[in-house]
């Protein structure tokens, strides 16, 4: 597994398994696959639902826990120094671990932007203490970072974006590297653009992307999570079926070219389909986390 370097030195696999709406009874076996086929980075979150079975599939694998990298988010209603602290413990106890590889803050809270800042304030202290190996962010604009990065110590590991060649937020990439933060993708392949659409405008039946991928002998899937990796960020697909968490795997054995790159970044529409982070969103605030 190619690995890539944050910025405090951790070493991460530029490929992971997201679990994003896994349910929890498919979210073990789930887990477990991937990390039988050879992923080692697991992404969850606490408002994902789903964390305990997260840490029951890395059981059930019998991998070693030192080799699994397990990412998982804080969500917006454990905003705040002390609350953020408790959501920690909320994580970690479901997953049933002591320490979190790399934790995030999973929204910026536009509303209430100072909540925001004690909330990584809280994780830059857990930090410290080695609860987690390394702290970031996601959905965070190119503005929010500019307003946040200097009320905070520790520049974050990570921004967590909407990436994928319908939208390839360029201006938001590059002021992650100009801060040293690793972009990393959700919806690396669009799939959100497949829920939300229909099967014309969905990245899975992209004529570029599918003309690609048969020069290679691979999917546009393939194809889609290759062009992350060479362009320096990391993925976090997500599937519940083996042969998918195995074709999403099995990218390591061909290179794309500068120009198949290019055309790649040339189908971006600029339209995002999560919500847009810079607005206010008062039904994130209708989703309390459970205790452990």
């Given at each position: ?6 910025n405090n030195g951790v070493q991460m696999p530029v490929l992971g398994l997201g679990v994003f709406q896994t349910l929890p009874d498919m979210t073990a076996a789930s887990v477990q696959e991937a990390l039988r086929v050879g992923y080692r980075l697991i992404d969850t979150a606490a408002a994902y639902g789903n964390e305990r079975e997260v840490g029951e599939g ?235």
């Open positions: 597994m190619q690995t890539v370097a944050l890395i059981r059930r694998s019998g991998i070693a826990r030192a080799e699994v990298i397990i990412e998982t988010k804080l969500w917006v209603t454990d905003y705040g120094y002390d609350a953020a602290l408790h959501a920690f413990d909320k994580s970690a106890g479901k997953l049933g671990v002591d320490v979190i590889d790399l934790l995030l803050l999973h929204q910026p809270r536009v509303e209430d932007f100072a909540l925001t800042v004690a909330a990584y304030q809280a994780l830059e202290q857990l930090l410290a203490d080695g609860r987690v190996r390394a702290i970031g962010v996601s959905n965070f604009t190119p503005a929010i970072l500019a307003r946040f990065l200097p009320e905070v110590a520790v520049a974050p590991a990570v921004n967590q974006i909407e990436l994928h060649p319908y939208f390839t937020q360029v201006a938001n990439a590059a002021a992650n590297t100009a801060a040293g933060i690793l972009t990393q993708a959700w919806s690396p392949m669009g799939g959100i653009t497949h829920y939300r659409g229909s099967e014309a405008t969905s990245t899975f039946t992209d004529q570029t992307l599918v003309g690609i991928g048969q020069r290679y002998g691979k999917t546009p899937a393939q194809v889609m999570l290759r062009w992350h990796i060479q362009q320096g960020r990391q993925v976090i697909p997500k599937s519940t079926r083996k042969a998918r968490i195995a074709e999403n795997f099995d990218i390591f054995d061909f290179s794309l070219t500068d120009a198949e790159l290019a055309r790649i970044d040339a189908l971006d529409k600029g339209v995002r389909g999560g919500p847009d982070p810079e607005q206010p969103q008062p039904g994130f605030l209708k989703r309390p986390i459970p205790e452990a």
